[in-house]
T-cell receptor
Framework: AQSVTQLGSHVSVSEGALVLLRCNYS??????LFWYVQYPNQGLQLLLK??????LVKGINGFEAEFKKSETSFHLTKPSAHMSDAAEYFC????????????FGSGTRLQVQP | ETGVTQTPRHLVMGMTNKKSLKCEQH?????MYWYKQSAKKPLELMFV???????ENNSVPSRFSPECPNSSHLFLHLHTLQPEDSALYLC???????????????FGPGTRLTVL
């Protein structure tokens, strides 16, 4: 079985501040991990993904995430928030052995204050 | 340009109406998905099609009927819906090897459905 927990359904930061969105997963096998972003009235867009190899993954728009197996975490960070980062962010996990498709977390809404 | 298009973008229907949602992917993928996104609920996977064969149906009520005539098109036929079916319906596609897809899914913009 696999599951995803995103801590904090709402996160608010000031423009220029560090963004940290938390994601913890549960998986019986080493997982593939994804972060998606959803802007208002749009579908989900891939930010970044981890499959194998380097545990620090860089994505679009200055975001990055680090896979920490010992902590079963895949937190998303950005050094300096921009107003355009305001959106909903979803963490997802999949089973590389092919027994289950993507499982999504419940999402974190990021607000960026001027 | 996501490569996955959905029509219509907005739909309002009565409980006795019959309507269809359409999804088209231009990415050459072999798997397509329907998701339901309701307010304050996690994204719910409804159906998965691989090579036009339905491989997953997550206990979705029969008032939702999917159709996948080819690997590029996916429909969701709706009839006698309930107000609680109001939601954003998202289509996605991916490349699948084996029974399920572990690779990136590409999403369309969604259809905002309101059932009166």
């Amino acid at each position: 079985a696999q599951s995803v927990t995103q801590l904090g359904s709402h996160v608010s930061v000031s423009e220029g501040a560090l963004v940290l969105l938390r994601c913890n997963y549960s998986s019986s096998v080493p997982p593939y991990l994804f972060w998606y972003v959803q802007y208002p009235n749009q579908g989900l867009q891939l930010l970044l993904k981890y499959t194998t190899g380097a545990t620090l993954v860089k994505g679009i728009n200055g975001f990055e995430a680090e896979f920490k197996k010992s902590e079963t975490s895949f937190h998303l960070t950005k050094p300096s928030a921009h107003m355009s980062d305001a959106a909903e962010y979803f963490c997802a996990v999949s089973d590389p052995t092919g027994r289950r498709a993507l499982t999504f977390g419940s999402g974190t809404r990021l607000q960026v204050q001027p | 340009e996501t490569g996955v298009t959905q029509t219509p973008r907005h739909l309002v229907m009565g409980m006795t109406n019959k309507k269809s949602l359409k999804c088209e992917q231009h990415l050459g993928h072999n798997a397509m998905y329907w998701y339901k996104q309701s307010a304050k609920k996690p994204l719910e996977l409804m159906f998965v099609y691989s090579l036009e064969e339905r491989v997953e149906n997550n206990s979705v009520p029969s008032r939702f009927s999917p159709e996948c005539p080819n690997s590029s098109h996916l429909f969701l036929h709706l009839h006698t819906l309930q107000p609680e079916d109001s939601a954003l319906y998202l289509c996605a596609s991916s490349q699948m090897s084996g029974r399920v897809s572990t690779d990136t899914q590409y999403f369309g913009p969604g259809t905002r459905l309101t059932v009166l």
